[in-house]
């Protein structure tokens, strides 16, 4: 391989780099370092909200956005009212889904 493919190919890396992480941050915005940043005042605590953004309560359903395994997102909901739910010890994103973890 020639320095003038070279070049190119590291010019169209450093471009579809660039793209993804605009694209990022323009559909889940800026992350946040806290668990509990302002804006998920009302909103029940959880590991999810290390990983999800943009949730809402709404009728007893929590809804987020949430990341997914390989980086990618998903809008997930889950029922609050649900047996799981109700005697919950956490609720997680697992792959991009919310769920209602219960255990010891």
Do not use: H
Not at 36 to 62: D, K
């Amino acid at each position: 391989m020639n320095e003038k493919t070279m070049n190119i190919l590291l010019i169209a890396l450093a471009v579809l780099l660039a793209a993804s992480m605009f694209l990022n941050v323009w559909l889940l915005g800026t992350p946040k370092a806290s668990t509990s940043p302002p804006e998920n005042v009302g909103l029940p605590g959880g590991s999810y909200l290390l990983s999800c953004q943009g949730c809402s309560v709404n009728a007893n359903w929590l809804t987020c956005v949430c990341r997914t395994r390989v980086q990618s997102i998903r809008r997930t909901s889950v029922d609050l009212n649900s047996e799981d739910c109700v005697s919950r010890k956490d609720i997680s994103n697992d792959d991009g889904n919310l769920v209602c973890e219960t255990g010891p």
